[in-house]
C-alpha cells in the first residue's frame, strides 16, 4: 500500500528570474535592478525567489544578500554547488533572509560525470551525503537538484535523491537542464522517483525545464501530473539558452485550464504579470516578443476582419483569457489589410466616425490601400482619411459622416 501523504493542491512557484533568468546571455541586472525585481516578484505572490548563485562572483554575492535583506515575504534561495565553500558562500549571502533556502545541486548523468565532474557514481553519492549534511548543518530548508536528471540512469537518479533526503534535503528538483525531454518522458520521471524517494514523506518534488526543443511549458505542466508540486520558471522564459519555462506560460495554463489539473492552485496575483513581464524586460534590457505568449504585445491583438468580427460579437470566441486577468487593459484591435470592412467600421465608431454607404465605401477603399502598403493603420492615419472622404464626397453622402 502506498503509505506516502497524498500530493497537496498547492502548486509551490520558485522564480528563479534572478539567478537562471540572469544567466540569459546579456541579460544581466544592476543590484538596484535586482531590487527592484524582487519586490516585485515579492507582489507578485511567488513563493520562492532564487537570489542568485553567491559563489559566481562577489557582485552575485552582493546582490544575493541584498535581495535576502528586503524579501518580505517570500522565501529567498541562494543556489551552491555540492562543495563546502559554495555552500558556506550562499549561507553567508541569505543568512538575513526571513525565509531562507540553501540550494544545492550536482550533476548527476553519466555524460557530466564523466566529462565535467571526472567522478564515479559512488564518489558523487558520498559527496552528496557529506555536502547536504554540511548544508543541513546551517539551519536553513534544503534543496537538492540532481543537474542533467533528465540524462541520468533513473536508479542513480533515485539513489542519489534518496541519500539527499537522509542528509537532510526536503525539496528535490529534478531538472531538464538541457531541454532534452518530453512531456510524457517528465511525467513518467517524476513517478518514477516519486515511488523510490523513501526516507521522507515531506518531500516535495520541483520540476526545472529549459526550453532548448520549445517544451520547456508542456514539461512542467507535465512534471505536475507526474507528482511535481513546485515548479520553478523564470519571468518571459529568460535563462540559459533558450531560457526556462515562462512563469505566466505555467501559472495562467494552469488558471485557465483549472479542470485538467484537478485543485492544483498556486498564490501567484495573475493581474501582476504583464506589469512584471514590462519591468523584467526594462531590467534586463531583454525585449518580450509581440507573439510571446499572455505577455507579447499580440498576445490579446486582433487583425484578421473575421477574428474581430467575432470578438465584437462575444469575445470567448477567440479569447481563452479575459487581458485584463493578466494585466492587460483590453484586448486590442490592430488596423491592417486582414481587417476588413467591419473591423474599420468598428474602430471607426470607437473615434467617433460614423461612416455609411458611398463614404464608407470610399473610406474603406482608402484605407486598404495604405494598409496594404503599410504594416499597420493608425488612429492618426484614419482621422485623416475620414477628414479626405469628407472633402470628396459630395454634399448629401457628407450627411453621413460623422466626426465629434
Ligand atoms: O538547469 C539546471 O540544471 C539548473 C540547476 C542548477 C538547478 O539550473
Ligand atoms: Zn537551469
Request: aromatic share 4%.
Amino acid at each position: 500500500m502506498d503509505a506516502r501523504r497524498p500530493l497537496d493542491s498547492a502548486l509551490r512557484v520558485f522564480d528563479t528570474t534572478l539567478r537562471d533568468g540572469e544567466q540569459s546571455p546579456g541579460g544581466s541586472m544592476s543590484l538596484e535592478g535586482k531590487l527592484e525585481a524582487a519586490r516585485q516578484l515579492d507582489h507578485l505572490g511567488v513563493d520562492v525567489i532564487e537570489a542568485g548563485f553567491p559563489a559566481a562572483s562577489p557582485g552575485d554575492a552582493a546582490a544575493t544578500e541584498a535581495v535576502a535583506g528586503i524579501v518580505e515575504r517570500a522565501e529567498v534561495a541562494a543556489l551552491a554547488r555540492c562543495v563546502p565553500s559554495d555552500i558556506e558562500a550562499a549561507a553567508r549571502a541569505i543568512r538575513h533572509a526571513r525565509r531562507p533556502v540553501l540550494h544545492v545541486f550536482v550533476a548527476t548523468s553519466d555524460i557530466h560525470l564523466k566529462y565535467k565532474l571526472r567522478r564515479s557514481r559512488t564518489e558523487v553519492l558520498d559527496s552528496v551525503a557529506e555536502t547536504v549534511a554540511y548544508a543541513a548543518s546551517f539551519g536553513m530548508r534544503i534543496e537538492f537538484s540532481a543537474e542533467d536528471a533528465t540524462r541520468s540512469d533513473l536508479d542513480f537518479l533515485a539513489c542519489v535523491c534518496n541519500v539527499a533526503v537522509r542528509s537532510g534535503a526536503t525539496t528535490v528538483n529534478l531538472p531538464d537542464t538541457v531541454g532534452y525531454s518530453l512531456p510524457d518522458e517528465y511525467a513518467a520521471m517524476f513517478r518514477y522517483v516519486r515511488e523510490r524517494v523513501t526516507d521522507g514523506d515531506d518531500v516535495t518534488l520541483s520540476a526545472h525545464c529549459h526550453d532548448d526543443l520549445g517544451l520547456a511549458t508542456a514539461n512542467t505542466l507535465a512534471a505536475i501530473e507526474g507528482g511535481a508540486r513546485q515548479v520553478e520558471v523564470t519571468i518571459n522564459g529568460l535563462g540559459e539558452r533558450a531560457g526556462n519555462a515562462p512563469l505566466e506560460e505555467v501559472v495562467m495554463a494552469i488558471k485557465t485550464r483549472a479542470g485538467a489539473f484537478g485543485t492544483i492552485e498556486t498564490s501567484i496575483n495573475t493581474r501582476e504579470l504583464v506589469r512584471t513581464s514590462e519591468m523584467i524586460a526594462r531590467l534586463t534590457g531583454l525585449a518580450v516578443q509581440a507573439n510571446k505568449a499572455i505577455v507579447g504585445t499580440n498576445a490579446f491583438a486582433h487583425e484578421a476582419g473575421i477574428h474581430q468580427d467575432g470578438v465584437i460579437k462575444e469575445r470567448s470566441t477567440y479569447e481563452i483569457m479575459v487581458p485584463e486577468d493578466v494585466g492587460w487593459e483590453s484586448s486590442r484591435f490592430v488596423l491592417g489589410k486582414h481587417s476588413g470592412r467591419h473591423g474599420l467600421s468598428h474602430r471607426l465608431a470607437q473615434l467617433g466616425i460614423t461612416a455609411e454607404g458611398p463614404v464608407m465605401d470610399a473610406m474603406y477603399a482608402a484605407f486598404i490601400e495604405i494598409a496594404d502598403r503599410d504594416k499597420h493603420v493608425t488612429d492618426e492615419t484614419l482621422r485623416s482619411i475620414a477628414a479626405d472622404v469628407l472633402g470628396q464626397v459630395s454634399a448629401p453622402s457628407r450627411d453621413a459622416v460623422v466626426v465629434r
